[in-house]
């Protein structure tokens, strides 16, 4: 995204890794909100709007490699 960051003090480079880890965080949840293809609780889809029981025992994992979003379904731990 970016290749340098410059701040004037410490309380405004703060202010920057915040808004740079907050940018980071809404691309991860439109990614599972993305893939998540049902309505489930407070998450409605107009496009999916059955709750599908395939899912009820799954999370969907996402994260970054190499600064690429990535996400995988895996099974709830018990």
Not at 4 to 26: P, Q
């Amino acid at each position: 995204m970016l290749g340098e960051l410059f701040a004037n003090d410490a309380h405004e480079l703060m202010r920057a890794a915040e808004v740079l880890n907050l940018l980071d965080l809404g691309q991860a949840l439109m990614i599972a909100a993305r893939e998540r293809k049902e309505s489930r609780g407070r998450h409605l889809r107009s496009d999916y709007t059955f709750t599908n029981p395939l899912l009820r025992d799954k999370f969907l994992r996402v994260w970054q490699e190499n600064g690429t979003p990535c996400f995988a379904w895996r099974d709830r731990i018990k």
